[in-house]
């Protein structure tokens, strides 16, 4: 991450933060504590990394506020060192658009509204009527069809197909492979088989969305299947037809979303919950991994669990399953004494 440079000082300034030692250090890179070199800043979340950073080359670090061991001689201190390290590496990582227009190897058709700034690779293949952006970006073998919305500063990574209709914001970044608009998964069961559901809505993507490799998320059958802005979603997640997802989301992978469902704002779902269709999954809750959701969920509400229920509850009862085979052995034990002991009563009474 070589190429720009600031001091201590400006850095503690984009984080927020209070600078301990010289402010006029110069600071080329960020870089782990193994790596750093003499010229880099590295940080650690927490004390119990004190000795990694006492050993790391590191020329400054970004420590928490509370650390409780000698200070290095150059620090900047924070609340967050965890998002003082995003924003940080970020600023190294930053690079200013050159657009290099649209390949020869490109095939765009003609009803295409195209913004000069833009970089369009070999192999991208763009239909009737869509719009392009400016300093948008689309990698070799992307496929967008027809009457797509493709806003400013867009980044769509090779091998993504973008299916008609579809829109997308502004500084969304889509990664390979990502199927944004195919058919959501509606049938009627009818006296011959299955009769399929004609999915002619479309998919909204607000700005600042960033949808992780291998990802499809479904059109509706009718209106719009929503992503709400800001709203980060991992790999290999699944969303299905007329899903609305609020804002400021963070869906982690092999989630799979029901058609219909609702999804408020600064919803957090672990690895691999499933959510049924067609309930409300309240603002600002929470979804331990591998949950299975059947029904609604409450604003704020911390679930876990199969079928989810409150996150305490759940860990009180995985704490009896692993009694289990001991509670098993006492039951049994506290059988055969009982047994025993009606056997006297008869024998006495006989």
Known sequence: MEGRQASLSDLAR????????????????????????????????????????????????????????????????????????????NYFVHSVFVPRGVSPGASVAHSCCIHEEVTIEAGVVIGEGSTIGRHVH????????????????????????????CRIGRRVRIHAGVVIGADGFGYAQGPDGMVKIPQIGIVVIEDDVEIGANTTIDRAALGETRIGMGTKIDNLVMIAHNVGMGKHCVIVSQVGISGSTKVGSGVMMGGQVGVVGHIKIGDGARIGAKSGVPQSIGPGETVSGIPAMAHVKWLRMVNVLKRLPDLLKEVRNIKKRLERLEDHGKRKQS
């Open 14 to 89: 984009l984080v927020g933060g209070r600078v301990r030692g010289d402010p006029e250090f110069i600071v080329t890179g960020i870089s782990s504590l193994d790596d750093a070199t003499n010229s880099q800043i590295s940080f650690a979340v927490n004390h119990r990394l004190a000795q990694k950073v006492y050993s790391s080359r590191a020329g400054a670090f970004i420590l928490p506020e509370s650390w409780p061991e000698k200070l290095p001689p150059n620090v900047i201190e924070v609340r967050d060192p965890y998002l003082a390290y995003a924003l940080v590496a």
């Open 138 to 165: 689309i990698y070799p073998g992307v496929v967008i069809g027809k009457d797509v919305e493709v806003l400013d500063e867009t980044v769509i990574f090779p091998n993504v197909v973008i299916y008609d209709g």
